[in-house]
């Protein structure tokens, strides 16, 4: 079957030459394939389903100081909205199956199956059978993240999109909202749409507020959806790095790098006094020092180092679900495997192979040229 993906693309490109960086996986007996890297302006995560293209979330630009940041990004009324922190899910539905797609384009069966159970989209899709929910998968029990919200249980989908499937092209900021109230969907918090001028201290207010409450940050966006800034609390910037230092040999020295500079640039935005630094210094040792410590001691009693996640659904599905990530070559330590009534309940951690092994070297007296 030879399909002119080049012009469903709407690129200027050999199709056969686009193709060719795509994976092929499979999923309930049927071949897709998704783009993990971003190819000739079509995002990364980009699945083909059959015939059906479901195109990537973009990414977004980040700005490390708010004011000149929104005054160069936007011309316009600029809509602010919570940032959440979970992970990135596409939800489309496909010859009449819902399907969840992972930020790198895997139809993910354990999202798939929560994404079936939590949402009701029927009336949603019959009415917008070629658009696609993007949103924010959160809660305690996921494969992906941790990050705790006290509102949310177990899980929680919360749209921040509403884009047509094929082209990418979003849907307003307004009529989004509109839709997902209809439809009983639930949104990320919206803060108000504002003039740019008027957005930086709206943005300022709530970042402050989200901070004090451990909370990620704020996405602001022009009001047709098509342009979008990121921007983060202190909080989530000292949680980050308390993660990475945590498994300090599995993350790169740029996410900790990009980190520190993050605090740095709202410290001087801020206008902060040499005491308000001291003080932001201070809790950013913490963070990395305390957690490195934890894991070195861990990595001597012989304990498992690694991020561990919980998950609860049917015996069969997490089965799938844990094949799926050895599959991919992650190394799984199941810490918890029990039943609750139907249901079967699996704490697992995915092994840091290189912090446990560095760790492992340097205790057992390896050395290091530097
Ligand atoms: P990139 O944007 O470069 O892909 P990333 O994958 O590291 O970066 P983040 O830094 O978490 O992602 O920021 C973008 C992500 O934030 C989105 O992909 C989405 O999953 C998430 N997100 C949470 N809340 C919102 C929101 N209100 N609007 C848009 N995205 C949101
Ligand atoms: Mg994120």
């Known amino acids: 079957m030879s399909r002119d993906w080049g012009s469903l693309f709407d690129v200027d490109t050999d199709s056969e030459d686009l193709l060719e960086h795509f994976d092929t996986e499979w999923f309930r007996g ?79 069966p354990y ?30 029990e996921n494969p992906y993240t941790d990050h705790a919200y006290s509102e949310i249980g177990e899980i929680g989908f919360y749209v921040f999109g509403v884009r047509h499937r094929e082209s990418g092209t979003p849907m307003g900021v307004e ?3 509109d839709q997902c109230a209809t439809y009983g ?11 740019p001028t008027a957005a930086v201290d709206a943005a300022r207010e709530r970042i402050d507020d989200l901070n004090a409450r451990g909370r990620e940050g704020v996405v602001l966006k022009s009001t047709d959806g098509e342009t979008a800034l990121k921007y983060t609390t202190s909080a989530i910037h000292r949680a980050d790095l308390e993660h990475a230092f945590e498994l300090p040999f599995d993350y790169g020295r740029d996410f900790v790098f990009t980190r520190i500079m993050r605090e740095a640039f709202q410290a001087v935005e801020r206008g902060e006094s040499a005491a308000a630094v001291r003080e932001r210094a201070q809790a ?19 304990d498992p180092v690694g991020e561990t996640h919980t998950v609860r659904g049917d015996p069969k599905i997490i089965d799938d679900l844990l094949s799926y990530f050895r599959e991919q070559g992650l190394e799984l330590h199941v810490e918890h495997d029990e039943t609750d009534g139907e249901q079967r309940v699996v704490t697992f951690t995915k092994i840091a192979q290189s912090t446990r092994d560095k760790t492992r070297y340097y205790l057992e007296g390896g050395t290091i040229d530097e």
């Not at 700005?63 to 940032?83: H, M, N, Q, S, Y």
């Not at 059978?129 to 959160?138: I, Y």
């Not at 963070?287 to 410590?293: D, G, K, M, S, T």
Request: with cysteine; net charge negative; aromatic share 8%.
């Open 30 to 108: 049927q071949r897709y394939r998704h783009l993990s890297d971003e190819r000739h302006g079509i995002e990364r995560g980009t699945a083909l389903v059959g015939d059906v293209v479901v195109r990537g979330y973009p990414s977004m630009p980040r700005a490390l100081v708010l004011e000149p940041a929104i005054r160069e990004t936007f011309d316009g009324p600029v809509a602010i909205e919570e940032k959440l922190n979970g992970y990135n899910v596409r939800v489309a539905r496909i010859d009449g199956d819902l399907l969840a797609f992972t930020r790198s384009g895997f139809i993910c």
């Open 111 to 140: 999202t798939t199956r929560k994404v079936e159970a939590l949402l009701d989209t029927e009336a949603f899709f019959d009415e917008h059978p070629e658009q696609m929910l993007c949103g924010e998968l959160v809660g305690p």
């Open 175 to 177: 009529r989004r909202l």
């Open 185 to 195: 969907l639930n949104s990320v918090d919206h803060y108000g749409t504002f003039t």
């Open 284 to 302: 950013l040792g913490e963070v990395i020092l305390q957690p490195a410590v934890e894991t070195i001691r861990t990595v001597d009693r012989g």
